[in-house]
């Protein structure tokens, strides 16, 4: 047994995750390998399903590491200690074309809300004009009692954030 590497699965929503150990393999008995670790045997494999995944595991700030041992020859062996692994959470923006869409940006700006949001907006000064108002699907908001100018707005849904730029020109 030579050549120990390991692969890691992504972190599921507990920050779980499988290590996939891949190595390769010559003179080795019949009766499979076996993976130990960090006091757990993790059990007997077959040669024929190399690359094995195990797990889960958690992200718990263990330091990880592995012995991979023939079953019939413990002196046919390798080891690999990946370490602490730390799950991050991944994340898929979200488009908000779904849940808004801006118009007359340059004009009169407004927001028009396609799903149920939140609106805040702040002048270029960061003072903020409009503080957490929701605003159900199908309404709309447009910036016309504020003096021109540059704004920033937030709209939130649920845990989605977006910050846009409203400009408002002069009439």
């Known amino acids: 047994i030579f050549n120990l590497e390991y692969s890691l699965t992504t972190c599921d929503s507990a920050d779980n995750f499988f290590f996939i150990l891949d190595f390769d393999f010559a003179n080795i008995g019949v009766e499979g390998f076996n993976v130990v670790g960090n006091g757990n045997e993790y059990g007997n494999f077959s040669y024929a399903n190399v690359p094995v995944q ?13 012995l991979v041992f023939d079953e019939a020859n413990p002196g046919c062996f390798d080891v690999i200690s990946p370490g602490v692994v730390e799950c991050l959470v991944s994340t898929t923006p979200v488009d908000f074309d779904e849940f808004f869409s801006v118009f007359n940006n340059g004009t009169i700006p407004g927001i028009y809300a396609k799903k149920d949001i939140i609106l805040s907006v702040y002048n270029v000064n960061g003072k903020n004009v409009l503080y957490h108002f929701p605003l159900s699907a199908d309404e ?3 910036l016309n009692t504020q003096p021109a100018g540059l704004y920033m707005a937030t709209l939130m849904n649920g845990v989605n954030i977006w910050s846009v730029k409203l400009v408002k020109s002069g009439n």
């Open 54 to 66: 195990i797990g889960p595991f958690p992200s718990n700030n263990t330091a990880y590491e592995f």
């Open 140 to 142: 709309i908001y447009e």
